[in-house]
């Protein structure tokens, strides 16, 4: 016999609707068992600061598990899960100017991001999104530890919106490792981008040697510039910096399903500005393993914009592995002036090998 299954708050005056509900039924459809479900809710917790601006960051003192079925942050709000602290949130909802810095342990259904949200910052912590997360405009999703645990099982990157990592100084200190078990969606004018976030001003393996000169990394930057390192089948390290810009970031992509660029993947080095004419930064890098490329947007990991008074960086490393690729954008580690290229790797599951591309892009 088949069953209908009618879902109820627990309250006795609940209970009793949902017994009338099903004498109604009963009289209309034979053949049917019919049960009741009891339906908890856990409640909702809003964080609001009434637009008031401050560095200040709301907690709760307590260890252990909370749950909650909306966690709203808003008008200037921030928050910290702390290491101790579990939380299972039915949906995220951070709009815009708002905060949510975590440690612990987070299990999110669905979450809409118009904020910042820091995930998994510590190797003990983990997040887990069963449903869609949303980085509308104007929001970040950051994440900066490269061993934590983390699954999304679907990222819409909407135009505005930019999954990043923070910058680094002298050590390989921030980088972004995004596992996502179904589809990653980068739209039009959304972003992965840590362009100018890898290895600070004069730092890294290929910082200048001496004098003005570009970062290294996958290629070399003009002038006395340091060696090339890191791997090009398994890019995960960051730029190097020039003489006065910052390297390039470091991405890294697991993607079960579809991976779509429409938008744009930047581990480009930090560009020149007024204020720093002698030598930029080298690209950083992207690796990339999903079952399906496609889009047109650009994926790039090049030397750091150069003037006619500046000195170029090395480009950066690239590698790709898919089993299709229907990618029809730019893939470019070239350098912007007067260095060398970085390094391009595809892979797809029928080859054996792989294909190694030096392109300086002119």
């Given amino acids: 016999m088949r069953e209908i299954i009618v879902g109820t708050r627990g ?27 009891i339906i908890k809710t856990t409640g909702d917790l809003i964080i609001d600061n009434s637009n008031v601006s401050s560095s200040k960051i709301t907690d709760l003192p307590d260890s252990g598990t909370y749950n909650l079925d909306n966690f709203t942050i808003q008008n200037y709000g921030k928050f910290k899960i702390k290491s101790d602290q579990t939380f ?3 949906n995220l909802n951070i709009s815009s100017n708002n905060g949510y810095l975590y440690e612990g342990t987070v299990s999110i259904a669905t979450a809409e991001i ?35 645990s983390n699954s999304f099982y679907n990222i819409v990157v909407q135009s505005g919106g930019t999954i990043t990592h923070d910058g680094n100084t002298t050590s ?15 739209q039009s004018g959304g972003s992965i981008n840590v362009q100018g976030k890898g290895y600070s001003a004069g730092n890294g393996p290929g910082k200048p040697i001496s004098g003005n000169a570009g970062g290294s990394y996958g290629g070399y930057g003009y002038g006395n510039s340091g060696p090339v390192y890191g791997s090009y089948t398994q890019p995960n390290n960051l730029g190097s910096g020039g003489s006065s810009s910052a390297g390039g970031g470091a991405v890294k992509l697991t993607v079960g399903g579809t991976l779509t660029v429409n938008g744009s993947i930047n581990a480009n080095g930090q560009p ?53 690729n229907n990618h029809t954008g730019s893939i470019l580690t070239s350098s912007n002036r007067d260095g060398s290229a970085g390094t391009i790797y595809k892979k797809s599951s029928a080859q054996s090998y792989g294909d190694l591309i030096i392109n300086n892009n002119n």
Wanted: glycine fraction near 12%.
């Fill in 11 to 37: 309250s006795q005056l609940a209970l009793r609707q949902a017994d009338l509900v099903i004498k109604l039924l009963q009289d209309k459809l034979d053949g049917f068992n019919f049960n009741i479900k």
């Fill in 88 to 90: 299972n949130l039915s």
């Fill in 114 to 148: 118009s904020g910042y949200v820091y995930y998994a910052q510590t190797t003990s912590s983990q997040t887990t999104v069963s449903g869609t997360a949303t980085v509308k405009n104007g929001g970040y999703l950051i994440g900066n530890n490269y061993e934590a």
């Fill in 172 to 186: 390989e200190t921030n980088r972004l490792n995004l596992n996502v078990t179904n589809n990653l969606d980068i």
């Fill in 272 to 324: 020149f500005s007024w204020w720093n004419t002698s030598a930029t930064g080298s690209g950083g890098s992207v690796w990339i393993n999903t079952v399906i490329l496609e889009g047109n947007g650009a994926i790039e990991a090049r030397g750091g914009l150069a003037s006619d008074y500046t000195q170029g960086a090395g480009g950066g490393r690239i590698a790709l592995y898919y089993t299709t």
